[in-house]
């Protein structure tokens, strides 16, 4: 009997998506002769059942395409708004599932959806998931796709923005993706030669920050680049929000629990917007015309890097592999330039993090980079 096969992708979108499609496609079909269908716009094109057959035409030309050609979404089968209420809609994504006849549902996503895909296992569908983020902090995973085309398209802008902030002698602030993990920021500052890179790993201090580029100043270098993770923080709200942290997780009752994740959220909302107030800060305290480049979406968008459709063909191709054979149940991760499998309860609700002490911390530190410390 053929198997059928059910594709999804979640999350924000990213390079390298259409990539990983074609690859589970055309591997599922021309390999082990599978039925695909895929489900449009994330988890709620699973509830409610919007499909679209997924033949040999729909893989064509895709490779080099940016985004997913599925469409996604970040709704949540568990808690998804329907006519202005949160409701738990996962009996009807079972139900599709069903409908379908499904042999397994392969899950495209980031951090939240690895915890959607581990919740549907557990009601018992067969569930395969691939990493995709740009931030690269999918948990037991050496990289995700898309992570490689964000570093690239980070580091071309802060390369054309060393002209600006030479030729004006300017402090030129870029903001780049990254709410928990520094990796963007990290690999992308090395590379594009940042003189201060700030991730969320390391809270900073701006007197830090401004020592670095009054230093620098003093040695005739009158322009700065600083490279910022959009979670990055400083030394004193990083305490705050590690305070009201522990409330919550020491947490007696559900009351002051949800007093607690209110008062992070407040953290939350208050700190977008940040890198703006970062950036007068250090034109007041250095005296050096400041200006802030907010990179945003541009990280995710355009064709993916040769890496990041290597990487999603392996990716796909073992999940294609893994379904034919009828093993569920994992992320399929590269580990040591292998790709294995990974218990999905092993990754969901985990976050890969820049450790402080990371070989590329230390290399930055040794040509001089400032992290804020």
């Known amino acids: 009997m053929t198997k059928r096969l059910g594709i999804l992708t979640s999350g924000g979108d990213c390079p390298g998506l259409n990539a990983a499609i074609r690859g589970i496609g055309k591997a599922a079909r021309g390999a082990f002769g599978m039925h695909l269908i ?43 708004p329907v006519n202005g209420k949160i409701q738990d809609m996962t009996e009807e994504a079972v139900a599709t599932y069903h409908r379908h006849a499904l042999d397994g549902l392969i899950c495209l996503g980031g951090g939240g959806t690895q915890k959607n895909a581990l919740r549907l296992k557990e009601v018992g569908l067969n569930i395969l998931t691939l990493p995709k983020t740009i931030d690269n902090d999918i948990a037991m995973t050496d990289v995700s796709f898309g992570f490689d085309t964000a570093v690239g398209i980070a580091t071309e802008a802060i390369d054309r923005l060393h002209s600006t902030a030479t030729s004006h002698s300017r402090i030129i602030v870029v903001e780049v993706m990254g709410h928990r993990a520094g990796w963007l920021a990290l690999e992308a500052g090395m590379a594009g030669g940042a003189d201060v890179i700030l991730i969320p790993e390391i809270p900073y201090k ?67 917007g940040h890198t703006i107030q970062l950036t007068e800060e250090l034109e007041r305290v250095t005296g050096l015309e400041s200006r802030l480049s907010i990179l945003g979406h541009l990280q995710r968008g355009g064709t993916p890097s040769a890496a990041d459709r290597v990487l999603a063909t392996r990716l796909g191709t073992a999940c294609a592999q893994y379904a034919n054979d009828g093993r569920y149940g994992y992320l399929l991760a590269l580990q040591n330039d292998q790709v294995r499998p990974v218990p999905l309860e092993e990754v969901a609700g985990n976050k890969k993090l820049v450790p402080v002490d990371h070989p590329m911390v230390q290399a930055a530190r040794l040509v001089g980079t400032s992290f804020g410390d």
């Open 38 to 80: 895929g489900f449009l716009n994330g988890f709620r094109g699973l509830i409610h059942d919007q499909v679209t057959e997924l033949d040999d035409r729909a893989f064509s030309g895709i490779l080099t395409d940016g985004g997913t050609i599925l469409g996604t979404s970040r709704d949540k089968p568990h808690r998804m």
């Open 206 to 272: 701006v007197e830090r920050i401004a020592q670095a580029i009054q230093e620098r100043a003093r040695r005739g270098s009158r322009f700065s680049i600083v490279a910022v993770a959009e979670g990055a923080m400083s030394d004193s709200d990083a305490q705050q929000i590690a305070k009201v942290a522990r409330q919550k997780k020491e947490a007696k009752n559900k009351a002051d629990k949800e007093a607690a994740s209110a008062k992070l959220q407040s953290f939350v909302d208050a700190h977008v």
